[in-house]
């Protein structure tokens, strides 16, 4: 089992063990209940991120390195085969090689414009490699949980390793975005990211 693996693993049973905790807090502020982040009054927005930030904290997703990252990521840097698999995205042309999927990202308000590509590997589906249309590393994704289980989160890596942001698909039903530093970025509502206040902030989002 590799470092990355193990981190994954590691990070899935304290998952796991948050749950049920978790689960009964969001409860308690009524966020089952499915009221609108951006109706809402402001106390039942401040509680929903407040929490959702403390089950962040426990994870120690904030606190960690990047240094076993940058070694993890390091051999991802260049994807060799990115003419193939672009041709694969914009044409449908066949995969070089099997063992892997790649999907294209596009910007939501123009999705003709490709803003870059993730490779997904068959022997880890938990861990998305995004490369810019020259082949080159650009971030890495990593997902913690069960994708059609909330909650769970994916914890966006730059291609050096370093934590740039942290998205929490939350049992309200919401998309919510924090900084590398914990702090909350946006809530994303119908593809459109709004702020702590419920306002709404204008960013491209992929």
Do not use: C
Request: glycine fraction near 6%; hydrophobic fraction near 35%.
């Amino acid at each position: 089992m590799t470092k990355l693996e193990f981190k994954k693993f590691y990070l899935s049973l304290i998952v796991a063990t948050l749950l049920f905790s978790t689960a009964q807090a969001t409860n308690a502020y009524g966020v089952r209940v499915q009221k609108d982040y951006r109706f809402t009054t402001q106390q039942d927005r401040n509680k929903r991120i407040e929490v959702y930030q403390e089950y962040l904290k426990k994870t120690g997703i904030f606190d960690e390195s990047h240094t076993k990252y940058k070694t993890d990521f390091k051999q991802y840097q260049q994807d060799e085969n990115y003419k193939a698999n672009l041709k694969h995205i914009k044409h449908g042309n066949p995969l070089p090689k099997s063992g892997y999927n790649v999907k294209g990202n596009y910007y939501l308000m123009a999705d003709k414009i490709l803003a870059n590509y993730s490779v997904i590997y068959d022997s880890d589906p938990y861990t998305e490699y995004v490369y810019n249309p020259f082949g080159k590393l650009y971030q890495v994704v990593i997902l913690t949980g069960d994708e059609n289980v909330r909650p769970h989160y994916k914890a966006v890596y730059s291609f050096n390793g370093y934590l740039q942001k942290v998205h929490f698909f939350a049992v309200d039903g919401y998309e919510y975005i924090f900084l590398a530093d914990g702090d909350l970025q946006g809530v994303v509502i119908d593809n459109k990211l709004y702020n702590r206040v419920g306002r709404p902030v204008k960013v491209w989002l992929l």
